[in-house]
């Protein structure tokens, strides 16, 4: 590791070491074949860490582990949970500067972003579902058996029960956020837990390892195995003991996961991606609407599945929103997050530079006009300019597939009906915005719009009592909010005969 860790400031060193071994049962482990992988910083392509290659063998291993927790955790005292999950919190909060900067380094979006997004969000979340912890209870009911089934008067309730061992495959673009957005829930109920983190990301999730044991959170609750998709990933789904699968990223990933759970019929919930419509109307305060559409697509670089890549705009003010989304674009500071005064960083890898840069020609090939980017940025690390697209079909590839980076298509409507047709053409249904004065357009668009969120003169705002997830192929169930703890509960239901 010495000679890699030289890209590493040397005060975060030590806690990015942590991902050298994976953490099994409270114990700090290397894979069982002794395999690794390297870790990027996107920036510079400069080697930065090196994490275990985890495969079957070290799954068993962390599966028997939570396991094997299971039965005291469940048992815990909810207060006690919920003082847990505080403490984590805190402890994020005292690590937040570290965290953020980790985080930042792996996958290269600006400091702010990490501290403030992926950061100050996961504590958020934590705090949330602390509350929770102490307040998932079952119902009373009062059966009306027909006369037949004699005896009575009956009693009957419901009592609310961790599902087991969780499963949480998660993806490189915000890595604390997402998987604090399945660890929380998963405490709260009782659950315990195998993380397995992107192989590209893994470094801040070695460190909420290290802050779980640090908060008191019993050895074999949450386990992290880092690996491949392929490997650990498939291990993890197929395997007998995971009771559900917690999965966030992409849509045919999300399938193959569905299907490698079929044969134990675990529960899935998934997140997937999106093709998200942010529309315009000709009322809209433009002076809102603009920047926001800027946001919407060029914050994390593009790489955020809610992101606004397909950009509708009503013709009477369609010129105005080109051209300030390309003014937007152009000035744009894109550079490394180690510059204080980089807007937007690299992208995660050079696989992904590489996708997001075929869009560029396809756009070409499909007819497109290139009002800003359209290009990659620099010589050195994965970086791509913000991208504005006109001239592009509502039926074409590059407004049908998520592309995952910063390019968005600006295309004009006439009516509602139009817009409202062309924004459900789609085989996503995860955000949308509507953009307009007119109180009742904006809620008959909310309602016509199939999608899990619909944000109305704004772009994304995320909290986490407000359920998160996605319509049609964006994916199965909700994260954040109350109804999220349903996917980590069974419910029994109990009959007396009095
Ligand atoms: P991905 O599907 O390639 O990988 C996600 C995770 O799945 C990684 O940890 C990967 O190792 C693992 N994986 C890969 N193959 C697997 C397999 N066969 N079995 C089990 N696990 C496997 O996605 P990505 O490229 O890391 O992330 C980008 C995608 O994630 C985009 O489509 C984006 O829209 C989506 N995303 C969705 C949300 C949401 O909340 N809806 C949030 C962020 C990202």
Known sequence: MTTTQTAVPEDLRASVALSENMFIGGQWVPAASGATLDVEDPATGEIIGRVPAGDAADVDRAVAAAKAAFPVWRASNPAERSRLINRLADLIEENADELARIDSLDVGMPFAEARYVDIAFSISILRYYAGWATKINGDTISPSFPQSFGGGPFHAYTLKEPVGVVAAITPWNIPLMMLVKKLAPALATGCVMVAKPAEITPLSTSVLAKLCQEAGIPDGVFNVVSGLGSTVGAALTAHPDVAKVTFT???????????????????????????????????????????????????????????????????????????????????????????????????????????????????????????????????????VKPTVLTGVAPDSRINREEIFGPVVSVIPFDTEEEVLAMSNDSDYGLGSAVWTQDISRAHRMAAGIESGQVWINTYQPVDPALPFGGYKQSGWGRETCRESLEDYLETKTVVVDL
């Open 249 to 383: 990223g992409s849509v045919p990933t999300g399938k193959a996961i569905i299907r490698a759970a079929a044969d134990t019929l675990k529960r899935v919930s998934l997140e997937l991606g999106g093709k998200s419509p942010n529309i315009v109307f000709d009322d809209a305060n433009l002076a809102k609407a603009i920047p926001t559409a800027g946001m919407a697509i060029f914050a994390g670089a593009g790489e955020s599945c809610i992101a606004g890549s397909r950009l509708y705009v009503q013709r009477g003010v369609y010129q105005q929103v080109v051209d300030g989304l390309a003014a937007r674009a152009n000035e744009i500071k894109v550079g490394p997050a180690s510059e204080a005064d980089s807007e937007m960083g690299p992208l995660v890898s050079a696989t992904h530079r590489d996708k997001v840069a075929s869009y560029f020609e396809l756009a070409r090939a499909e007819g497109a006009t290139v009002v800003a980017g359209g290009e990659v940025h620099g010589d050195s690390g994965y970086f």
